[in-house]
């Protein structure tokens, strides 16, 4: 998966995440899980793009390290609206396994770019 997949994968998720947090119950805990779920989510493809356009590979690495943390923290958040019965479970898994699938990506390509470091 090239970057511009990437990209629009990210943006994806974002409109995604933006589309069940109106779902929620507009209850206090739903308020305050689509607040941090919302800017976690969002931040996933506004940082990826930034880490695209990082002036140098530790800046891209530093970025991608971001990104794996605000994939992961939606997972978080995608998790409690389970295991607190906000929503439907088959309406937020599918969410769920791409927050966790965008987090292993990140994890493996910011690896994958510190080991190339002191090669280029």
Same mark, same amino acid.
């Given at each position: 998966?090239?970057?511009? *997949?990437?990209?629009? #994968?990210?943006?994806?998720? !974002?409109? +995604?995440?933006?589309?069940?947090?109106? $779902? &929620?119950?507009?209850?206090?805990?739903? +308020? $305050?899980? !689509?607040?941090?779920?919302? #800017? $976690? /989510?969002? %931040?996933? /493809?506004?940082?990826?793009? !930034?880490?695209? #356009?990082?002036?140098?590979? !530790? *800046?891209?690495?530093?970025?991608? /390290?971001?990104?794996? *943390?605000? $994939?992961? *923290?939606?997972?978080?958040?995608?998790?409690?609206?389970?295991?607190? %019965?906000?929503? #439907?479970?088959?309406?937020?898994?599918?969410?769920?396994?791409?927050?966790?699938? &965008?987090?292993?990506?990140?994890?493996? %390509? +910011?690896?994958?770019? +510190?080991?190339?470091?002191?090669?280029?």
């Amino acid at each position: 998966m090239d970057a511009d *997949e990437l990209k629009k #994968r990210t943006k994806l998720f !974002a409109l +995604r995440i933006l589309k069940l947090v109106d $779902a &929620l119950p507009k209850s206090t805990q739903g +308020r $305050a899980i !689509a607040g941090q779920l919302v #800017r $976690a /989510g969002t %931040s996933v /493809g506004l940082n990826y793009r !930034a880490a695209c #356009r990082g002036r140098s590979r !530790a *800046e891209f690495v530093a970025k991608l /390290g971001v990104v794996e *943390e605000e $994939a992961d *923290e939606s997972a978080f958040w995608l998790e409690l609206i389970i295991e607190g %019965s906000l929503l #439907r479970p088959t309406l937020v898994q599918p969410l769920l396994d791409e927050a966790n699938e &965008l987090t292993r990506i990140m994890a493996s %390509s +910011r690896i994958t770019a +510190r080991s190339n470091l002191g090669n280029g």
